[in-house]
């Protein structure tokens, strides 16, 4: 069974930083492009960074770029996204997402998890 489980969530003044953890079991994690993506109530979801099955290429969101890194440890299992400089707007639930092919931040992904709440504060 395929799980994805999110963690690292909270709230968080303006400026602040957060690192969030999504564990992975029930699939070869190493062979599957993972994503983050986060929704704000009421709006639509958007992809946040991708990272690739080995981790040597990355994509991210232009609001995000310089301020957000993914990054993945094959061998336990785990994506990451260290964020900086949050904004009160980048409140919302974060996702993570796996599909096993085309690392890129749209279209449809295989496998999700149930998120993880971010509060930012102004």
């Known amino acids: 069974q395929v799980q994805l489980v999110e963690s690292g969530g909270g709230s968080v003044q303006a400026g602040g930083s957060l690192r969030l953890s999504c564990e992975a079991s029930?699939?070869?994690?190493?062979?599957?492009?993972m994503a983050w993506f986060r929704q704000a109530p009421g709006d639509k979801r958007e992809g946040v960074a991708v990272?690739?099955?080995?981790?040597?290429?990355?994509i991210y969101a232009d609001s995000v770029k310089g301020r957000f890194s993914i990054s993945r440890d094959n061998a336990k299992n785990r994506l990451f996204l260290e964020m900086h400089s949050l904004k009160p707007e980048e409140s919302g639930r974060y996702y993570c997402?796996?599909?096993?092919?085309?690392?890129?931040?749209?279209?449809?992904?295989?496998?999700w998890g149930q998120g993880t709440q971010i509060t930012v504060s102004s």
């Open positions: 990272i690739s099955t080995t981790g040597d290429f990355t």
């Open positions: 029930g699939y070869t994690f190493s062979t599957y492009c």
């Open positions: 997402a796996a599909r096993e092919h085309s690392c890129t931040l749209f279209g449809q992904y295989d496998y």
